[in-house]
């Protein structure tokens, strides 16, 4: 069956998603998070892409980006070959890394857009990774309280307010509300054990005992 062709945006902005292949660890330790956040900032300046917010997970990655001079699959492929070159080296292994093609979803309108970026935030949060999003260290919420880094994140800011303490302010509160804010994923596929499937298997077809 071949591939549905991506839907474009009309703002070119992106909320995009990969993870690894299986959902194999990408991430094994500080040096492979930073060695990632490197290899985005160095095709930054060559592709000329905005990124909004970032989340990068110990098997998978959100990111919300804008397009800029090359198109998100020129990107991706440049990210990801960068970054996978250099971790089949360091961990002496070969063969693919990501998932063979990320996943991606637009971002039409100024509503959405902070929603997004409220969600990739609190990953782990939800993850259960963190009880606090300032304390995780491999997101872009911080950079939005001043800390250097990748992220361009003036038009987030604006979208909150023009005064850049009280936007920052606002921003924060956002970000730190509880929601049930339903955006891109992967969806998990459970392999049950023969206990738990018989029991499901009992549940929905109204039986005790089956052949």
């Known amino acids: 069956m071949p591939r549905r062709a991506r839907e474009k945006s009309s703002t070119g902005i992106y909320h995009v998603m990969t993870r690894g292949i299986n959902g194999q660890i990408i991430f094994e330790d500080n040096d492979d998070y930073n060695k990632f956040i490197q290899t985005i900032r160095k095709y930054k300046k060559i592709c000329e892409?905005?990124?909004y917010a970032y989340c990068l997970m110990s098997n998978h990655i959100h990111l919300l980006i804008k397009e800029g001079k090359e198109d998100l699959g020129r990107v991706f492929r440049r990210i990801?070959?960068?970054?996978v070159y250099w971790y089949n080296w360091k961990y002496k292994r070969s063969g693919p890394l990501f998932q063979d093609r990320y996943k991606s979803e637009v971002v039409e309108d100024d509503i959405y857009f902070l929603t997004v970026l409220r969600y990739?935030?609190?990953?782990?949060i939800k993850a259960g990774i963190e009880n606090q999003i300032k304390k995780y260290p491999w997101s872009s919420y911080n950079e939005y309280q001043g800390?250097?880094?990748?992220?361009?994140?003036r038009f987030a800011l604006s979208l909150f307010a023009n005064d850049k303490k009280r936007a920052i302010a606002l921003f924060?509160?956002?970000n730190l509300e509880e929601n049930k804010d339903k955006c891109l994923?992967?969806?998990e596929r459970v392999r049950l054990d023969d206990i738990e499937a018989t029991k499901m298997i009992k549940k929905v077809a109204g039986v005790e005992n089956y052949l």
């Open 49 to 51: 892409y905005e990124i």
């Open 80 to 83: 990801g070959a960068s970054y």
């Open 120 to 124: 990739i935030h609190q990953n782990p």
């Open 147 to 153: 800390k250097d880094g990748i992220c361009d994140t």
């Open 172 to 174: 924060k509160k956002y």
């Open 185 to 187: 994923e992967y969806e």
